[in-house]
């Protein structure tokens, strides 16, 4: 059954630093999603990207975020300098094209910031 | 504004009981959609169930079954004859379709042999 897959699966970065996060949506999904979640809370939406735009961000989504589709497989979120409370749980999630489609996750990329 | 909350925070049950995870969605839209998605201690997400707004049908799969009620704007999740495995953080979530998935804060369930 198709996935979706994250890379890496854990993350240590130096405040400061810029990381990126990489994931590999399901082939045939036009929808894609970045959402975190901070230790022991609720997953926040973090931006959505349709047709090489973003299609909406939320508030956490500032200056230092950006998201990319640089070729026809890979979804990447850039934290520009990462700061300690980026510290979390990344998710990706993709979805196919119908209104009623699912958004379906990856296993995630937990990034540690020191 | 959209808005989901998962009152219990945290469900302890033995093993065989049977139990339910509440769910309440605020929204102003007339056409969302419903989802519950469970959180094993592994930390992936998974899908469970997803469910139309001008559905309200409950659906049964397996031991797992949903209650949506749109007069008191629920969608109750319940796990008939718990076992260990279900041991899981749930996650009720809304959406408008294309748009995000809005989160509730999640319950915590434990179910202990």
């Known amino acids: 059954e198709p996935e979706v897959t994250q890379t890496p699966s854990h993350q240590v970065t130096q405040m400061g630093q810029e990381v990126i996060l990489r994931c590999v949506p399901i082939s045939n999904h036009l929808y894609f999603y970045w959402y975190r979640q901070i230790l022991g809370q609720k997953v926040e939406f973090l931006v959505s990207f349709y047709n090489n735009e973003i299609s909406e961000k939320s508030e956490i989504f500032d200056d230092q975020f950006s998201v990319e589709r640089p070729d026809g497989s890979n979804f990447t979120l850039k934290i520009r300098s990462t700061k300690l409370e980026d510290s979390a749980m990344y998710f990706c999630?993709?979805?196919?094209?119908?209104?009623?489609?699912?958004?379906?996750f990856g296993p995630g990329t937990r990034l540690t910031v020191l | 504004a959209q808005k989901v909350t998962q009152a219990q925070t945290e469900i302890s049950v033995v093993e065989k009981e049977d139990v339910t995870l509440d769910c309440v969605y605020e929204t102003r839209d007339t056409t969302y959609y419903l989802f519950w998605y469970k959180q094993p201690p592994s930390g992936e997400l998974v899908f469970l169930i997803r469910?139309?707004?001008?559905?309200?049908q409950n659906e049964i799969s397996g031991r797992y079954s949903w209650n949506f009620q749109k007069s008191t704007s629920s969608f109750n999740f319940t796990i008939t004859a718990s076992q260990v495995v279900d041991s899981a953080v749930y996650f009720c979530a809304l959406s408008r379709g294309f748009q995000k998935l809005v989160f509730g804060t999640g319950t915590r369930l434990l179910v202990s042999p």
């Open positions: 469910r139309n707004s001008f559905d309200e």
């Open positions: 999630a993709s979805r196919a094209g119908q209104i009623t489609d699912t958004q379906y």
